[in-house]
């Protein structure tokens, strides 16, 4: 009888290095072969394919899931049988390479927003006083804008009450590469927070020349890549990270988020009108804690009062001149402060909720100015007479 068996033929290195651009570093969300991680490929006959790579450092947190990309996308290439992968480091020269690919060809630190051809729109947070949810708002901001598909990061101002890596539920350190920072990556967003870099819950005890070059070194030395937006989580007040944020990113446009009470939005105000003294345009005026829904009948209950938002925008209209328009009434809902604690923002768990309802509308209305330099300031003023 004939043999109706078929033999499918080893596949060429060609093929495999074809199958291995489509593994992206974990960390740095590129492709493995641009990054020159690929060391080696052999192919034997029988269709066992050997894969050497490259690790930027030999403490990669994410390892084993590169590994396991690796052999899951060579392994779809016909007539490969097995799969194997031997793990190198990439020496000091190699690093210093990857890391002046990454920053665009320059070896010099410089912070990517601050320049004047950037296409990335950053959002600087801000509150009066504490306790009214901006981290929150900031999370779940970020969080539904990486679920649209925009590239979005997050940097933890806030020095000292630092909490996005735990609202966020990232788990993982960052790693260096030289002295290029790889921040990790949760539900899409890119994190980088002081609290991964100190012990357990040690306070940070800090005066402003150290706040500035630590919001100076997240901004210049952390691998962001080609951001569509980056929200700065800062801390309450006008103090010294506001300030630096203004001479460190003069672009970045201030989002204040306040509660509906008078004594919040007086102390709100304050904050947004620091504008007025950098220059910094103000994009509108969030109220979080709006109103609660009656668990029996259905009705708003005010509970903080109500009109603070509105009141804030009004004065903030006022003061600078420009529309300030109150973007969202974001009601109480404990799922929004258990997502927190848990690490799965609102917006993710549960995008139907009213409270995840009107952050994802914010979000759409934030993010809905295409990228590019229409609306920016060019720095430029009419020539003398």
């Known amino acids: 009888m004939p043999d109706n068996t078929t033999t499918v033929a080893a596949p060429t290195p060609e093929q495999v290095r074809a199958a291995l651009e489509q593994v992206q570093d974990p960390e740095i969300r590129r492709p493995i072969t641009e990054l020159d991680m690929v060391k080696s490929v052999a192919v034997a006959p029988d269709g066992t394919v050997d894969v050497a790579l490259y690790l930027t450092v030999a403490a990669c947190p994410l390892k084993d899931r590169l590994t396991s990309d690796v052999k899951t996308h060579v392994g779809q290439v016909p007539g490969v049988r097995e799969v194997r992968v031997e793990l190198d480091v990439m020496s000091a020269e190699q690093r210093q390479t990857l890391q002046t690919k990454l920053r665009g060809g320059r070896t010099e630190r410089e912070i990517p927003f601050a320049k004047p051809g950037s296409l990335t729109r950053v959002f600087a947070v801000a509150s009066g006083k504490g306790g009214v949810g901006k981290s929150s708002v900031t999370v779940n901001l970020a969080a539904a804008m ?26 993982e350190r960052p790693t260096q590469v030289q002295d290029m920072i790889m921040a990790p990556v949760a539900h899409g967003v890119r994190v980088i927070s002081i609290g991964m870099f100190t012990p357990g819950n040690e306070p940070v005890v800090w005066r402003g020349p150290m706040l500035h070059r630590a919001l100076q070194q997240f901004l210049a030395d952390v691998y962001w890549g080609d951001l569509d937006v980056l929200l700065m989580d800062l801390p309450p007040g006008t103090g010294d990270v506001a300030i630096s944020v203004a001479q460190l990113v003069p672009s970045a446009e201030i989002l204040v988020v306040t509660t509906p009470q008078q004594a919040a939005s007086e102390v709100a105000e304050r904050a947004g009108t620091i504008a007025l003294q950098t220059r910094q345009r103000i ?95 060019l720095s430029v003023s009419p020539a003398a007479r």
């Open 146 to 171: 990486a679920a649209k598909g925009l590239k979005v990061g997050v940097v933890d101002a806030d020095i000292y009450g630092h909490s996005v890596p735990r609202m966020l539920g990232v788990t």
């Open 283 to 377: 994009v509108g005026v969030v109220e979080n804690m709006s109103w609660l829904p009656c668990p029996h009948c259905g009705e708003r209950v005010e509970v903080f009062g109500e009109g603070g938002g509105q009141t804030v925008a009004d004065a903030l209209t006022r003061a600078t001149g420009a529309q300030v328009p109150l973007l969202g009434q974001v009601p109480i809902d404990m799922r929004l402060r258990e997502g927190g604690d848990n690490g799965e923002p609102l917006v993710l768990a549960d995008a139907d909720a009213p409270a995840a309802a009107v952050l994802i509308s914010i979000a759409d209305r934030l993010s809905s100015r295409a990228r590019g330099l229409v609306g920016m300031s």
